[in-house]
């Protein structure tokens, strides 16, 4: 067996050696995520849940800020509550110290039982009937030391399979420059080493010149926990094989072969069917994911009490090492090390700060009281029982110097789209200490839609509309970095640039949603409907934008001056439309406002015949764009929007809803629009050349072929 097989789900062997006696059926597996921010922990998480079957799989989320963004976005609230489990709210600390309480508390109601969850039975099969659940995720904050909280897993009672620590592939080298980042891979059995696709390639793999970069990235984590399994993905796509103790329903089906009576999947690490790690191409995502269709059971048999003590000596093991010192940052440019490199140095700086971790050492997260811990030499501490004074020291250490400001937009009013754009691009990218900030957020531009927002990594930016809202709307955002003062300041202009702008144009949302659709309608009869066209420079930069993105013939102008749901309509007829397009918000746009209108709706074209998803396009041009030019000269924020695809004439049926990009227009001249215009063109540019490279190729391309030739 080869090294990396051996060190993935360790549980799974020391059950088989232990099994046979002293059954106990209610221990619920767990696996810790972990890894630093903005790494893909999240992402990562959804795919497992996506996934998972009819596993029952509960989900703890751990967030530092007091806004739980984390579980608005895997939705752990309601995955635990289909699965009759408490939600709990770990939010506003850190579960491997200042909410460790808290945590335990979460871990013993989902340990006991519920009536209904017991009589359900389990959909995972085996062992585990009994149990409430089949398994238990556990997602850490981005700053936390997972150390203590596989302990603390034990101690309740669970059996620890894995410590999966993700790495993001193109920030991985500044990321482990962080203390906590690397003692986060240090405890790890497997490492997903995520955001592949940003290391040149593109989308569809990991290829190109970043494999090098790559490649050397995995060294480094090898070298820093020998024996760790590295698996490559883009968006936390593995096989569930590679991070929970489960085999494919299908392979269940087939009788044990090995000597021992362990399951297939046991002889090679429970790679499992399909990609198998170290994947390289979208082509193997579906036998990836194939095992979904026929779900996945639990691997192993019950475990022994005994086989939770074997289990957890590996962490013990790794943490008794000292912490490697960080590999030397790449040399690919981005943002930089936000915090010192040298331990050593912080303790200079920091020494005799109190480092307490009772209830309420909130390590400066969340409160705006933001204050650092004592600073002390990054060595982890043999033997934690043994010495567990040394080990709070080096805990604080591995959690100094990360400050977060959250921030709820309570009030009923929605945050203005456009004043959120030129907050980002002006002021969010170009502020260095900032390492992570996240946000769910409600858009006067279009009410009836939550938007999910995320800067990571080497500041690049996603805003995405999710579905509609299912509780009362309301913005909240989260900011993340290494200046105490810094994130103030951020949290300070979100509330007067972004939040206030809105509210000082619409009225309050008493009786959002019914009262507001009156209100449009009412409105659209009277023939107040058309969208005003900004004024001045501001139509003339909108008006310039139309034209240079039109003008690309991989492009579509879908709607400009007008708010989102503008665009919804013209999704459903399918139909170009020119300038000062009047459709109506979903409800939200009676309001006015000038900035209201400098808006530009687009999409890549597709090509459903030559395989050309414009849905992956248009998603790829948010993140690629707002990544390479939201912080230049020619600032811009592009959002991913959805439309409802047109419904068939002939079939009557509703194509699958499309996404589509919606430009804020920042800009305030025409010279402004012409650089923005410039920017998102290059960076769309190698996007739309790569999807559309094959095409010209494509012997199926007769008439454009033909229409070439007679053209010469
Ligand atoms: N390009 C690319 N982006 C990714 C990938 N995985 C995740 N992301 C994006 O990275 C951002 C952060 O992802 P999350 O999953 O929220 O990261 P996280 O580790 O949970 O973040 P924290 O909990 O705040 O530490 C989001 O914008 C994701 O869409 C990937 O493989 N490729």
Redesign the pocket.
């Known amino acids: 067996m080869s090294g990396a097989d051996e060190v993935n789900l360790y549980a799974r062997y020391e059950a088989r050696l232990l099994s046979g006696h002293s059954f106990k059926p209610t221990i619920i597996p767990a696996v810790i995520?972990t890894?630093?921010?903005?790494?893909?922990?999240?992402?990562?998480?959804?795919h497992v849940l996506r996934n998972r079957g009819s596993l029952r799989i509960a989900v703890l989320?751990n967030?530092v800020g007091r806004v739980d963004?984390?579980s608005e976005?895997v939705n752990a609230k309601q995955s635990n509550a289909a699965l009759g489990l408490p939600a709990a709210d770990l939010s506003g600390g850190c579960i491997c110290c200042s909410r460790s309480e808290d945590l335990a508390a979460a871990l013993r109601r989902l340990r006991a039982p519920p009536a209904a969850a017991a009589a359900a039975g389990g959909g995972g099969g085996g062992a585990a009937a009994a149990a409430p659940c089949d398994y238990l995720l556990v997602?850490?904050?981005?700053?936390a030391d997972a150390g203590p909280l596989a302990e603390a897993l034990i101690d309740a009672g669970f059996r620890l399979d894995a410590v999966v620590a993700?790495v993001?592939?193109?920030a991985g080298r500044e990321a482990l420059q962080h203390p906590v980042a690397r003692a986060q891979v240090c405890c790890a059995d497997v490492v997903v080493l995520?955001?592949?696709?940003?290391l040149a390639g593109g989308?569809r793999g990991c290829g190109g010149g970043g494999l090098g970069a790559l490649s050397d990235l995995e060294d480094a984590l090898s070298d820093m926990a020998p024996g760790v399994r590295v698996v490559r993905?883009?968006?936390?796509?593995v096989p569930l094989t590679t991070v929970l103790d489960v085999v494919p329903v299908e392979a269940a089906a087939a009788p044990p072969t090995s000597a021992s009576g362990a399951p297939e999947g046991a002889a090679n690490g429970g790679g499992g069917s399909g990609g198998g790690e170290g994947f390289m191409s979208h082509e193997s995502m579906p036998s990836i994911t194939a095992a979904s269709g026929g779900g996945y059971r639990l691997a192993s048999g019950p475990l022994t009490a005994d086989g939770l003590a074997v289990g957890s000596a590996r962490h013990t093991k790794r943490r008794a090492a000292p912490l490697p010192p960080s590999p030397a940052p790449g040399s690919r440019g981005g943002a930089p090390p936000a915090a010192p490199a040298d331990p050593h140095e912080q303790h200079h700086h920091h020494h005799g700060h109190s480092h307490g971790h009772g209830r309420g050492d909130g390590h400066g997260h969340g409160n705006g009281q933001a204050h650092s811990h004592a600073q002390e030499p990054s060595t982890l501490v043999p033997d934690a029982h043994a010495a567990a004074h040394a080990h709070a020291h080096a805990h604080a250490q591995l959690h100094s110097g990360f400050f977060t400001e959250s921030l709820v937009a309570a009030g009923g009013r929605p945050c203005s789209l456009v004043a959120f754009a030129e907050f980002v691009t002006r002021r969010l990218v170009r502020e260095p200490a900032l390492l992570?900030s996240?946000g769910v957020l409600w858009f006067g531009e279009r009410r009836q839609h939550r938007f999910?927002f995320?800067?990571?990594?080497r500041r690049?930016?996603?805003l995405?509309q999710e579905g509609p809202w299912e509780g009362p709307p309301a913005s909240s955002i989260?900011f993340?970095g290494t200046d105490a003062a810094a994130m103030a300041a951020l949290r300070q202009s979100f509330e007067e640039e972004v939040v206030r702008a809105e509210a000082a144009e619409s009225a309050p949302a008493a009786g959002w949603g019914e009262v507001e659709v009156a209100e449009a309608e009412a409105e659209a009869e009277a023939g107040r409907g058309a969208e005003a066209v900004p004024a001045g420079g501001e139509a003339a930069a909108v008006a310039v934008l139309a034209e240079r993105i039109a003008g690309n013939d991989k492009m579509e102008v879908l709607a400009t001056g007008l708010p989102a749901a503008g665009a919804q309509a013209m999704g459903a007829s399918g139909s170009s439309r020119g300038e000062g397009g009047s459709s109506r918000d979903d409800g939200g746009s009676s309001s006015g406002g000038g900035g209201r209108a400098r808006l530009v709706a687009f999409t890549t074209r597709s090509s459903p015949l030559h395989g050309i998803n414009g849905e992956e396009l248009n998603a790829?041009l948010v993140?690629?764009a707002n990544a390479e030019a939201g912080g230049g000269p020619g600032r811009l924020l592009l959002a991913g929007v959805t439309a409802p695809g047109a419904i068939s004439a002939v079939t009557g049926v509703q194509a699958r809803d499309r996404v589509q990009s919606l430009l804020v227009v920042a800009a305030a001249s025409p010279e402004d629009a012409e650089l923005q215009a410039a920017a998102l063109l290059a960076a769309a540019e190698p996007i739309l050349r790569r999807a559309w490279g094959h095409v010209h190729n494509c012997k199926c391309d007769v008439a454009g072929g033909m229409q070439a030739l007679q053209s010469r």
């Open positions: 995520i890894g630093f921010l903005g790494s893909g922990k999240t992402t990562l998480v959804q989320v967030e963004v984390d976005l997602e850490t904050s981005g700053a993700v993001d592939a193109e995520n955001k592949c696709d940003l989308p993905a883009r968006y936390g796509e992570r996240k999910t995320h800067l990571s990594g690049r930016v996603e995405s989260v993340i790829e993140r690629r």
